[in-house]
């Protein structure tokens, strides 16, 4: 196989539990955006945004987080488990990074989600690049929320599309059990 079609197959979502606590590069992030913001989009519109945390913001971004659930979790569905394991992001996370969308109005929306996905693509491939470095994308943790839209940075021209969290692992996994790929690809007789 080529090293592209390694690199694709290989890639697997890594989660906060699983990483060590140990900070990544911030040149591996760097070079993540870089990559990131090579995808196409039609008209190149461009619509990716990305906000960086770490260090001193990444700790206040796992505070927001808290306070989020805190405030948005009616008392009777409050899941100790659920908020420990977000409390526990300070002591895991290496670097989160908002995921965010500007649309154009010059192409059909759902053009500009392809386009943020394909980035997003682009920004998890890169962490091949470390033998550490391993994260996914959360659509959990006040996604689409205004209150983290302004976490982000953001005014109200960004819709939230959620975080990248990013942590070091010592063994990344690479397999993934799928079903076939019959069932989801046929070539046209
Ligand atoms: C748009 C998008 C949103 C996702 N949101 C979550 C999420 O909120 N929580 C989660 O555990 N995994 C989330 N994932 C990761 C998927 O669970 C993961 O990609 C899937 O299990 C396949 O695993 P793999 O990435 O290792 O192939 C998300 C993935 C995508 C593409």
Request: proline content about 5%; hydrophobic content about 40%.
């Amino acid at each position: 196989m080529s090293t592209a079609s390694n690199l694709i197959r290989s890639r697997r979502s890594h989660f906060p539990k699983e990483f060590s606590g140990q900070k990544l590069p911030d040149e591996l992030i760097h070079l993540a955006m870089e990559n990131a913001d090579t995808a196409p989009s039609h008209k190149l519109t461009l619509p990716w945004r990305f906000a960086v945390f770490s260090g001193e913001t990444l700790e206040k971004l796992c505070d927001a987080m808290l306070a989020w659930y805190d405030a948005n979790t009616p008392a009777e569905a409050v899941n100790p488990d659920k908020r420990n394991k977000i409390a526990a992001y300070k002591q895991q996370l290496s670097h989160a990074i908002g995921v965010g969308l500007h649309l154009s109005s010059k192409v059909p929306a759902w053009e500009e989600e392809a386009a943020l996905a394909m980035a997003v693509q682009n920004l998890w491939l890169t962490m091949d690049e470390d033998p550490h470095a391993a994260g996914y994308w959360s659509t959990g943790n006040g996604t689409g929320s205004d209150a983290m839209r302004a976490v982000c940075g953001w005014d109200e021209t960004v819709l939230h599309r959620g975080w990248f969290f990013l942590g070091h692992v010592e063994t990344k996994r690479t397999h993934s059990q799928r079903s076939p790929i019959a069932q989801r690809v046929h070539w046209v007789p």
